[in-house]
């Protein structure tokens, strides 16, 4: 069997992309690729890349000058993990605590 290297691309689909996009950027601290008003990419780590799509909103193709983009849309709850150090979790509690009061 050929090994695998790591998950290049997760992608889950939020009702509010703007509020969705302000808890990645400014909580998880993660910086926008691209994005419109239907999707929104962020690298993690340099290595992955965390896709949120606009539910409802990307339910046909795109076409760009790079190809098509085949539709993507999805329902139900979704689940992924972030890996961080042991040691930072504590950081990481505060400031999850520090931030959730205002979204």
């Given at each position: 069997m050929p090994s695998l290297t790591g998950v290049v691309e997760t992608?889950?689909?939020?009702e509010d992309i703007e509020r969705a996009s302000t808890f990645y950027e400014q909580v998880v601290g993660l910086g926008r690729i691209a994005g419109d008003d239907r999707f929104r990419a962020y690298n993690v780590a340099g290595k992955d890349v965390l896709l949120l799509f606009k539910r409802g909103a990307t339910a046909k193709p795109v076409h760009t000058p790079s190809g098509v983009i085949p539709p993507h849309d999805g329902t139900g709850q979704n689940?992924?993990?972030?890996?961080?150090p042991a040691a930072e979790l504590p950081a990481w509690e505060k400031q999850l605590a520090r931030i959730s009061h205002q979204l």
């Open positions: 992608a889950i689909y939020v689940h992924f993990a972030f890996a961080i």
